[in-house]
T-cell receptor, first 115, second 117 residues
Framework: QKEVEQNSGPLSVPEGAIASLNCTYSDRGSQSFFWYRQYSGKSPELIMF????GDKEDGRFTAQLNKASQYVSLLIRDSQPSDSATYLC???????????????FGQGTILTVHP | GAGVSQSPSNKVTEKGKDVELRCDPISGHTALYWYRQSLGQGLEFLIYFQGNSAPDKSGLPSDRFSAERTGGSVSTLTIQRTQQEDSAVYLC???????????????FGPGTRLLVL
């Protein structure tokens, strides 16, 4: 079982719709969770992070975390063609003691928003 | 301030040659990370530096790979005797570190695209 799993897609949604991206993780002790967006040929850029159960909203983006189910998701409202990219879920697998920076990434979900 | 910078942006080398990749983190960031991303693959952790602590080298795929960080700032990733399977994008990231919270936001550089012929 992979440590961080994402549906590779592609996920195709029409412009203006809600895109829902999902991620599950295996390390129950994981503390913080990140969503990165990566355009083709570019490096990942941070969209959001979340570390408490529940929802966190930032503009058109909402991250949802359920630690009991080991599940984190990203919702993109009013999807735009410019949102078309690969979305990477990353998990900090908590090593105890002082904070520890290694992130484990999922394979990414390809999102296509069509006009 | 400026973001993470990496050089060179592209590198083509012949199998068996050594290569050095450079990363300059965001000023003030004490943590520095190297990742590798092969075509169509996710990011693979290679090595992590935090301040003066011993680096976490657990992700280095073989002893041909090494990295150092001088003066707590610039880092160099060295690949000796390159192989074709080393072809990938090598990404560097940096972050601040928060004690106990487990929360660091990593900011990525543009990457070095390495092609081994």
């Amino acid at each position: 079982q992979k440590e961080v799993e994402q549906n590779s897609g592609p996920l195709s949604v029409p412009e203006g719709a809600i895109a829902s991206l999902n991620c599950t993780y295996s390390d129950r002790g994981s503390q913080s969770f990140f969503w990165y967006r990566q355009y083709s040929g570019k490096s990942p850029e941070l969209i959001m992070f979340i570390y408490s159960n529940g929802d966190k909203e930032d503009g058109r983006f909402t991250a949802q975390l359920n630690k009991a189910s080991q599940y984190v998701s990203l919702l993109i409202r009013d999807s735009q063609p410019s949102d078309s990219a690969t979305y990477l879920c990353a998990v900090n697998p908590w090593a105890g003691g002082t904070s520890y920076g290694k992130l484990t990434f999922g394979q990414g979900t390809i999102l296509t928003v069509h006009p | 301030g400026a973001g993470v910078s990496q050089s060179p942006s592209n590198k083509v080398t012949e199998k068996g040659k050594d290569v050095e990749l450079r990363c300059d983190p965001i000023s003030g960031h004490t943590a520095l990370y190297w990742y590798r991303q092969s075509l169509g693959q996710g990011l693979e952790f290679l090595i992590y530096f935090q301040g003066n602590s011993a680096p976490d080298k657990s992700g280095l795929p073989s002893d041909r790979f090494s990295a150092e960080r001088t003066g707590g700032s610039v880092s160099t990733l060295t690949i000796q005797r390159t192989q074709q399977e080393d072809s990938a994008v090598y990404l560097c990231a940096s972050s601040l570190v928060y004690d106990g919270g487990g929360l660091q936001t990593q900011y990525f550089g543009p990457g070095t695209r390495l092609l081994v012929l």
